[in-house]
């Protein structure tokens, strides 16, 4: 039987590994671009070297990132000063949009290149409109955790968000995390279902040889310890467990004869078509939404592509809380979880209690001992920063329509309805007043849209036009099945990833299963 997997981003590596493990040797096609050459050659000097011995020459350059200086808006986060993982309008599948232009990749990888790879599993009541049951979410979840680098303890997160695995493998927490996390277990009463926290839960590889606290998570990691769906692509690869092709940019896929045609444009340009028995549409939400309005032809639909919304807001901790860096990993180090009277859903928080932007940002990656420089240093000394995410519910939207050749996309900005937003910040600013800490809404930067999107062409149990059954399929297709966020009916606030590779995983395993419950459940 031919496979393909179109895409090799978080979404397609679920599909690919079940494929895998039930002994199918998949084609990936991928347009799969690169970091630039310059770039890489930086990355192997550093990566043979200990951090204390980069100069600060090479950590400028890996670090480098104009976006910091935009006073009014959040850094856009990069990955060793490049933003290529990052898709963009080209000649073969033009975008034109209206605000800001929805997140899409067509990197190798796709953005999990340069993702936070922060995970939770999804809380029932953020998928209540799913079709699917959560607890066979959560049985996936499972399949997807135990075959990656992971990094979580046993806390009082696990009162709603299960650990899901056995290892036990954490990253060492900072002082300042540690310090926040102790007054959290002295003065906030942990309560299922209303409020919880804990270490934060990260893919990310604990062992000797991988996490060197170098300092530098936000702008990728030299050593490769953030996991990343290419380590695995990689992987497979080198195996012979699949085929992959980069240089494939596809444009549409027409079923006929019970197979699928595949049409894509290769490197040069030059449109080319190869037959598949079944498709697995991984191309991230945007560009899969693509592909299938290519696919459909003529369609005038204007398609709703969902977004997380949230905020950054620096918060104020009366007391000084020691600045480990660069001694320390800077991913977010604590999960805070909320909900209560009027939160419907889940309020995730990332606690970034050690981040090198926000001391770059007030200038102070150097020593320096003047006035400004001690006035700032004390400043930080006071601050980090939260990160706010909301469900999708109380997020804005984009609208995604295909005119000719174009993909038109317009952002429309929401912001959490007031009750919403007014119960949600009191309810943070009720927690973190108990620890000392104050946040600093007049700074909060308020995100109506995220690098987290999906929902154009929802699973339903009765899908009508443009929407798809639980297997990813819309009606009229049989062989056709999308995998990625485009089929999520909602987007829980407490992360999407670990929740994507997941769904991907079941719907080719509730295919090629051979065994008899995975198929009747
Ligand atoms: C800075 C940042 C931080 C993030 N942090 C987190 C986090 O901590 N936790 C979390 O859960 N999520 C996070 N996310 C979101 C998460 O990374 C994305 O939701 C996820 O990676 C999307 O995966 P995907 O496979 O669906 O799509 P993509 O990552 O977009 O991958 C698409 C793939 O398809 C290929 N492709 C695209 N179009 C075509 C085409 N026409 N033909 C052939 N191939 C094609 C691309 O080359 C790519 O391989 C973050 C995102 C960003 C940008
Ligand atoms: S601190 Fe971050 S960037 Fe540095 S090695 Fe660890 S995970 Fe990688």
Redesign the pocket.
């Known amino acids: 039987m031919d496979i393909v997997v179109?895409?090799?981003?978080?979404?397609?590596i679920g599909a690919v590994k079940a494929l895998v493990n039930n002994g199918i040797k998949p084609t990936v096609?991928?347009?799969?671009?690169v970091l630039e050459e310059d770039k890489k050659e930086l990355i192997d000097k550093l990566h043979n070297k200990v951090p204390a011995h980069w100069t600060s020459k090479d950590r400028e350059q890996i670090t480098s990132n104009d976006t910091v200086k935009n006073k009014g808006s959040i850094p856009k986060?990069l990955l060793f000063g490049s933003d290529y993982f990052?898709?963009k309008s080209n000649s073969y599948?033009k975008v034109l949009s209206q605000g800001s232009m929805p997140?899409?990749?067509?990197?190798?990888?796709?953005?999990?290149a340069?993702?936070?790879?922060?995970?939770l599993p999804a809380s029932q009541i953020d998928i209540k409109d799913w079709p699917i049951d959560h607890n066979e979410l959560d049985k996936y979840c499972q399949i997807i955790l135990d075959d990656l680098p992971y990094s979580s303890v046993e806390d009082g997160l696990s009162l709603n968000f299960p650990r899901m695995t056995h290892k036990n493998t954490q990253l060492q927490l900072s002082t300042r995390a540690s310090i926040l996390l102790d007054k959290l277990n002295k003065k906030v009463k942990l309560k299922k279902d209303d409020t919880l926290y804990g270490e934060a839960r990260l893919l990310v590889d604990t062992t000797d040889n991988g996490c060197q606290y170098c300092g530098e998570c936000m702008s990728g990691c030299v050593y490769n310890s953030i996991y990343k769906?290419s380590n695995d692509i990689e992987k497979l690869q080198k195996n012979g467990e699949i085929e992959y092709f980069s240089e494939?940019?596809?444009?549409r896929l027409v079923e006929e004869d019970n197979k699928v045609l595949v049409e894509?444009f290769d490197k040069n340009g030059i449109k080319q078509t190869k037959k598949f028995d079944k498709v697995f549409l991984?191309?991230?939400?945007v560009?899969s939404t693509?592909?299938i309005l290519n696919s459909l032809k003529n369609t005038k639909k204007d398609l709703k592509l969902k977004t997380r919304g949230g905020f950054v807001v620096p918060v104020f901790s009366f007391k000084s809380l020691p600045i480990d860096w660069p001694v320390v990993n800077t991913q977010p180090s604590l999960f805070l979880e909320y909900r209560g009277d009027r939160l419907e859903h889940w309020v995730h928080v990332q606690v970034a209690s050690d981040n090198e932007l926000l001391l770059k940002m007030l200038g102070l990656r150097t020593m320096q001992n003047n006035f400004i420089s001690k006035l700032k240093r004390w400043i930080a000394n006071h601050t980090y920063l939260l990160l706010v995410n909301y469900h999708s519910d109380h997020s804005g939207t984009y609208e995604v329509k295909l005119e000719g050749d174009t993909l038109k996309t317009k952002h429309n900005p929401a912001y959490p309805q007031f009750k919403v937003l007014m119960r949600s910040w009191w309810k943070l600013f009720t927690i973190l007043f108990k620890i000392g800490s104050i946040p600093i809404y007049p700074f909060a930067k308020l995100n109506s849209g995220s690098?987290?999107v999906g929902g154009t062409l929802p699973m339903k149990n009765d899908p009508q036009d443009f929407e798809t059954d639980k297997l990813g399929r819309l009606k009229g297709m049989n062989n056709i099945h999308i995998v990625?966020?485009a089929v999520f009916p909602s987007l829980p606030g407490t992360?999407?990833?670990?929740l994507?590779m997941a769904n991907s995983y079941r719907i080719v395993d509730k295919i090629f299963s051979k065994d008899k419950d995975v198929k009747n459940s």
């Not at 997140?103 to 999990?112: D, Q």
């Not at 340069?114 to 995970?119: D, L, P, S, T």
């Not at 494939?248 to 444009?251: C, E, G, I, S, W």
């Open positions: 179109i895409g090799s981003g978080l979404s397609a096609l991928d347009v799969g671009n986060k990052y898709g599948a997140p899409f990749s067509y990197a190798k990888g796709g953005l999990s340069g993702w936070g790879a922060a995970v769906s494939h940019l596809v444009h894509f991984a191309a991230g939400a560009n693509r592909i690098y987290h990625d966020t992360t999407i990833g670990l994507m």
